[in-house]
């Protein structure tokens, strides 16, 4: 994943972003990508943030990754999930573009 892991500021307008929170050794946050990649193209934009690169996000995620959080509301989704679970997590986002 390290090559996944990636830092982005912009945000395109009109998208729901979500933060991914993880680490570049972590076999989950693979998972979790995949499980997220179908939905890329609905109007989300992912911002990958590996936290070994803060302490206080790694005091806060260590144990949790991976976690996907929406920044317009603050929630956040611990893995385990799949597409099902993350569309109706999204089900407001994915409503207005459908």
């Known amino acids: 994943m390290a090559a996944l892991f990636k830092q982005t500021n912009a945000v395109h307008p009109g998208m729901t972003l979500l933060t991914l929170y ?26 990958e943030v590996d ?23 603050g929630a956040e989704l611990d893995f385990p999930f799949d597409l099902n679970r993350l569309m109706g997590w999204l089900d407001d986002v994915l409503a207005e573009e459908g």
């Open 22 to 47: 993880g680490t570049s050794a972590c076999h989950l946050c693979d998972a979790a990508l995949a499980e997220l990649t179908p939905l890329l193209a609905n109007g989300i934009q992912l911002h």
């Open 51 to 73: 936290i070994i690169e803060s302490e206080r996000l790694m005091a806060l995620y260590q144990l949790r990754i991976p976690v996907l959080r929406r920044e317009d509301t």
